[in-house]
């Protein structure tokens, strides 16, 4: 029998033949330039990120348009009796329905190929082919959730906020997990010296640039001395790089500049988007008042968040090895097999699903009774707060992950200290 599970005529022989023209195969996919020819083959784990991503992307659409337009064009919903009389009925609620099938469809991907580890396993067929198969699911899925009572809708609403925080957490973990992986790179010993000036000005620039944000969000969100909260969110961010900076540069740690530059402007752009997500009329957010008329520009900023929901979700959900202890710290770590699958598949499926939650949340404000301005995105003060502790806990899990390392090696010292 060979590693698939299938009987081989002739004996055990042809077992290791078996595999190895899987392989080949799976090379040659591969290598086939043509994106068609690999959506075609159906073999090509990588090219399956882009479809799923693109699955991902039309419920997200699907689900704005439920949310803007789904009253008018789908007034028959009203004789399927899961409005409860509501006219209203596909507001936030159509756009839980749309989030509902997506989650479906990507947690049951999650349940079927979570564990695969190798190239030749059936569920690696079925995560990078049978896309007819995967469509209709999701449409079905998607249309199924349109036909469930409303109770149902509101508690998958209410634990969907549940699922958007860990969402939240799993992305902050792998942009933390980035920035101190690519710090680390720029530290060693073989690259120190050919890094220098590039680490340098990476760092310098992220520390300008992250001044020069605060700086405007001082003049564009603090119109007069009353705005305290706004002020508050600001000079915090501010405090927040210093003491990033402070903890890098202990003697103990000697992390340098460049990781705590790059956390900086993660710290500021998501403090920067917790005030731009209050709601319009607040007399400290100009740039609020500034937007109560649909325009080009406000179209924009809606498609670029849409957008950056898609490509948040897809670069955290291949990006498994953030949950992981590193392969090859130390030079002591395997080499990665010619067999093994490039990303973990039961993870991936798993952001995508928290993923569904996330965009949810993000286009009804975080709250399933508030009424949405059409083409917004994330806006409201329970989006407000959600960016802001997103912002506090990004910069805890960074300084633990700086200073855990030196707390964990003065405890296994004193444990293994001899008595005295």
């Known amino acids: 029998m060979d590693a698939a599970g299938v009987v081989l005529p002739g004996g055990g022989s042809g077992s290791a033949s078996s595999t ?51 009253g008018s064009a789908l007034t028959e919903m009203e004789r399927l009796k899961v409005c409860d009389g ?24 999650f349940l079927l190929t979570v564990g695969t580890s190798k190239l030749q396993d059936p569920r690696d067929a079925w995560h990078s082919g049978w896309w ?19 109770t149902i809708v509101r508690i ?46 990476v760092a310098t620039g ?24 706004n002020i508050f969110f600001i000079t915090w961010s501010l405090v927040l790089l210093q003491l990033m900076t402070s903890v890098s540069l202990h003697p103990k740690i000697n992390a340098g500049f460049l990781a705590p530059g790059l956390m900086g402007l993660y710290v500021v752009f998501l403090c920067w988007c917790a005030i731009r997500s209050e ?14 008329r649909t325009d080009w520009l406000t179209i924009i900023s809606f498609v670029i968040g849409l957008l950056a929901i898609v490509i948040a979700t897809f670069s955290t959900g291949i990006d498994s090895q953030c949950f992981q202890k590193s392969e090859t710290k130390g030079g002591g770590g395997r080499e ?23 965009f949810a949340m993000l286009l009804i404000g975080w709250n399933t009774h508030h009424a949405i301005k059409k083409w917004t995105i994330d806006v409201g003060w329970t989006s407000a707060w959600v960016r802001i502790v997103n912002e506090w806990l990004a910069v805890c ?21 001899p008595p005295v």
């Open 279 to 292: 709601p319009a009329g607040e007399s400290c957010n100009r740039k609020a008042e500034s937007s109560k």
């Open 20 to 70: 190895s023209s899987r392989i080949e195969r799976n090379n040659a996919v591969l290598k086939d330039p043509s994106w068609f020819g690999q959506f075609r083959n159906g073999s090509n784990p990588w090219m399956a990120r882009y479809v799923y991503a693109l699955i991902f992307l039309s419920a997200n659409l699907l689900a704005w348009a439920a949310r803007d337009y789904g």
């Open 206 to 229: 992220s520390y300008v640039i992250s001044l020069v944000g605060i700086i405007m969000m001082f003049i564009w969100y603090t119109p007069d001395p009353s705005c305290l909260l």
């Open 336 to 358: 990665k097999e010619e067999d093994e699958v490039p990303y973990g598949y039961g993870f991936f499926h798993f952001v995508f699903a928290t993923g569904a939650m996330y």
């Open 86 to 109: 509501k006219s209203d009925c596909l507001g936030a609620e159509g756009v839980l329905r749309v989030s509902l099938g997506c989650f479906v469809f990507f947690i049951l991907m």
């Open 132 to 150: 007819s198969a995967k469509i209709a699911i999701w449409v079905g899925v998607t249309l199924l959730a349109f036909l469930l009572p409303s």
């Open 156 to 201: 998958y609403g209410e634990i969907a906020h549940f699922g958007a925080g860990v969402f939240l957490l799993i992305q902050l973990v792998s942009v933390i997990s980035f920035i101190t992986w690519i710090n680390e790179r720029c530290l060693s010993e073989k690259n120190a010296e050919r890094c220098h000036i590039h680490v340098m000005v």
């Open 397 to 417: 899990v960074y300084i633990w992950m700086m200073v855990a390392p030196i707390i964990l090696k003065s405890r296994r010292a004193a444990g293994g200290s």
